[in-house]
């Protein structure tokens, strides 16, 4: 079964210092991988997916099959990225074609310090 | 245009009563989701509506959960003889992927929380 790991709970980070939010995965197939993000006080919203390799807001994130890691970065923290982050993976297997529940970690709470 | 709503946004209940919790999904959208987050755990998937029918029930934790979609819009989750470890935030998320086969963003509502007492 596949799993999503999200190591840190809480991670504080000072305003202009880089940023790394950490996820693996396991999964025996070829995963799509995401990040979402839940603002306080909003719902939650898709972030970044890796088939887009799009930056948003500033984060990036590469999928390394190698090492099954899908990390957030950011290189400038802003007091706005205060937020819970979830990195979710999607099976991509054909045989499931239509359904794409997501599986996902347990969320990193990220506080930047002004 | 109106995002994914869900309702009640709190429902407090006693241990061993029913409770239903409704979703509306965006207009249009075929898919529809609903997840479960518990304190400190991640969302996990409970089951996936694909217009009326429920291909995926896999995420359902007991014969106590049911849920139905009627005219491919509106969703209820049915609770029936609450536990106390059915209390969680239960979220619902609708995406047009499945007609076109065109894969598409799950849009999440604002969730309710239920407390079992």
Redesign the interface.
Known sequence: AQRVTQPEKLLSVFKGAPVELKCNYSYSGSPELFWYVQYSRQRLQLLLRHISRESIKGFTADLNKGETSFHLKKPFAQEEDSAMYYCALKEGSLSNFGNEKLTFGTGTRLTIIP | GA??SQSPSNKVTEKGKDVELRCDPISGHT?L?W?RQSL??????LI?F?GNSA??KS?LPSDRFSAERTGGSVSTLTIQRTQQEDSAVY?CAS?S??LA?L?D???????TRLTVL
């Open positions: 995002g994914v898919a989701y997840y400190g755990q991640g969302l996990e998937f996936y694909q291909p995926d995420g979220l995406s992927f499945g086969g894969e963003t799950q849009y999440f509502g604002p969730g």
